[in-house]
Nanobody, 117 residues
Framework: QVQVLESGGGLVQAGGSLRLSCTLS????????MGWFRRPPGKAREWITT????????DYANAVKGRFTISRDDAKNTAYLQMNSLKPEDTAVYYC??????????WGQGTQVTVSS
């Protein structure tokens, strides 16, 4: 079993920055892809970004491209989401997930990010 723990959410003003962390524990592997999703208030959960196992490739949703950066430190079993130039529409619960094969199998509980205007 793999446990996923997010941290780093909070309240920030528009234009500000936050960095989220996601740490895996248990029967984890550096080959797992890791990703971030978010659920804005009253909306469905949406994919934001993915980083492959080993970190050699990343992908971003258009809404965050150029503002958010995903990275990973496999020595710490941790992925990060650096969020810059935050906008009120980035307000959401942010979730981290790990993908051992083709399915996002492991999920964290989420961390709230609120961007005030």
């Amino acid at each position: 079993q793999v446990q996923v723990l997010e941290s780093g959410g909070g309240l920030v003003q528009a234009g500000g920055s936050l960095r989220l962390s996601c740490t895996l524990s248990g029967r984890t592997s550096t080959t797992y892809a890791m990703g971030w999703f978010r659920r804005p208030p009253g909306k469905a959960r949406e994919w934001i970004t993915t980083i492959t196992g080993g970190g050699d490739s990343t992908d971003y949703a258009n809404a965050v491209k150029g503002r958010f950066t995903i990275s990973r430190d496999d020595a710490k079993n941790t992925a990060y989401l650096q969020m810059n130039s935050l906008k009120p529409e980035d307000t959401a619960v942010y979730y981290c997930s790990a993908r051992p094969d083709r399915t996002w199998s492991y999920w964290g509980q989420g961390t709230q990010v609120t961007v005030s205007s």
